[in-house]
């Protein structure tokens, strides 16, 4: 990143020079069909990678040092793909259940398939509101049969919304602000905005394509294009191209200082670091 302000904390500094080392790499390949990233704050890029589809057991992350080094996080996993810090822990999305993995790499089921008022078929991305409660999509079959679960931080898991609503095809992406859950859909392309306490829904945008990863960085919404290789800038309910080339554009997140888009793509094996300003 060219330019940064140095700010008067150390964390700051630190964070800005790590992304300043990954942007010189750019992009960073040699990952099996990855899903989704995430950044901590020391600097160092989290990578689900699913392996094989539907074969258990070669999933892992993998972690991306500051110097472009690519070493296993955690391994033995299903088919991974969201992926969130709360604390020290890394949350996951495997399949039909949450995991949480430890600073040490070592997992464990945080929310498993029995746990969940109905069964889940696709679980995807994963995101958290300020009290450290998690939000879960499942897509269905990627056309229809999706929902979103709460799984709070004693392990309850609570249906948010379901296939029972038309505006619930496939839902991929989440963001939480404050009392809204943000949600795109992998089926239609629409992004829409959910009241967590009146449950209404209401659409922001549309013609995403296949909604994947979502993010927002200021006032604006960035939301990927698994289908076609595109991220999209979201302004207010206008749509713009903001980057294109991926052959899948799967979960992208910010990076840690919120200048950057971190990109894993899916088909080509690779994660590509965008900055936004």
Do not use: C
């Amino acid at each position: 990143m060219k330019n940064l302000r140095v700010s008067l904390f150390l964390l700051s500094a630190l964070v800005s020079v790590t992304l300043k080392a990954h942007e010189s790499l750019n992009t960073i390949s040699g990952f099996v069909s990855p899903e989704s990233v995430v950044q901590d704050a020391k600097g160092d890029i989290y990578v689900s990678e699913i392996g094989e589809f539907n074969k258990d057991g070669d999933g892992k992350i993998t972690r991306i040092s500051i110097d472009g080094k690519l070493s296993t996080f955690a391994n033995g996993m299903d088919d991974p793909k969201g992926l969130i810090f709360i604390g020290k822990s890394l949350y996951v999305t495997d399949k039909n259940r949450v995991l949480k993995v430890e600073a040490d790499g070592k997992w464990s089921v945080f929310g498993s398939t029995m746990a969940f008022p109905q069964t889940p078929i696709f679980l995807n991305d994963i995101t958290s509101d300020e009290s450290g409660n998690l939000y879960v999509s499942d897509s269905g079959n990627l056309k229809s049969g999706g929902a979103i679960f709460k799984i709070a931080k004693d392990k309850k898991i609570t249906l948010v919304l379901n296939e029972n609503l038309p505006e619930i095809l496939a839902p991929n992406g989440l963001w939480v602000v404050k009392n809204d859950l943000y949600e795109v859909d992998f089926s239609s392309g629409i992004l829409y905005k959910i009241n967590l306490k009146t449950k209404s829904i209401s659409k922001v945008a549309e013609a995403l394509g296949g909604g994947d990863g979502l993010v927002k960085s200021g006032d604006n919404f960035f939301v990927s294009d698994w289908k076609n290789g595109k991220i999209y800038k979201v302004q207010g309910n206008k749509v713009s191209l903001f980057k294109d080339g991926f052959r899948a554009a799967a979960d992208i997140a910010l990076s840690f200082d919120k200048k950057s888009i971190i990109t894993p793509d899916m088909k080509a094996g690779s994660v590509t670091i965008v900055p936004i300003y």
